[in-house]
């Protein structure tokens, strides 16, 4: 446990060793991609533990480029064990490459490539990527009448995901996002999501707030830090 923290960790505030390491254990895999296998020295190859693999995943994805996400996603596809292709998943929105992030928030709408019951966590995935925010909160905004008549209540968790796209918001933009999504789909509704709608709204003002009270310790404490 203490291991996977500290892996967690280092890499991402962006230790140099740790990126480089989970880097290129990834590309071990990539080349013997029928195993999931890294080289400990010159002769002998060890798993990596599965502990591990949703940071080594992530880190890997993040500092790669399409070669390394189209990997994970050939991996995702062909994943057999259910926590396996959760954590390929979850990695898949770690690549700080938008044009990914806008084909992986794509492929929500298409149940031949991501399940429509783990749609929902994805576009969340993608919205805790500072890459990803603005892009996954964009997507639900204009794809929204479509993921609500065509989806339904069954399939997607509307609440959660208002919710987790919104969970950042802080500007006075944003507020005024949040309240022109109200209004313009106020004929397609939001079921489950009503709630979380408000709830959303409402924290974004108090988040407005927070900040406004201490923007200027905040702005003292780092550059005091700086000096």
Known sequence: YNQVNALRVACSTGVD???????EWFTQWMENPERNLVRSDSTLFIRIHPNLRSTVYCSAVAAGGAKEWDFGWEMFQNASIASEADKLM????CTKDTG????YLAYTLDPTKIRKQDATSVIIRIASNVDGRALAWNFVTQNWKYIFTEY?????SFAKLISGVTQSFSTQH???QLLQFKEENADVGFGSASSALEQAIEKTR??????????????DWFGAEAA
Do not use: H, Y
């Not at 060793?17 to 880097?23: D, E």
């Not at 979850?90 to 929105?93: F, N, T």
């Not at 339904?152 to 997607?156: H, K, N, P, Q």
């Not at 108090?206 to 702005?219: G, L, T, Y």
């Open 206 to 219: 108090v988040n407005m707030k927070w900040v406004s009270d201490n923007q200027r310790e905040i702005s």
């Open 90 to 93: 979850s990695a898949l929105a």
């Open 17 to 23: 060793g740790c990126l480089s390491l989970t880097a």
């Open 100 to 103: 990914l992030l806008e084909r």
């Open 174 to 176: 944003q507020l005024d």
């Open 152 to 156: 339904g209540a069954g399939s997607f």
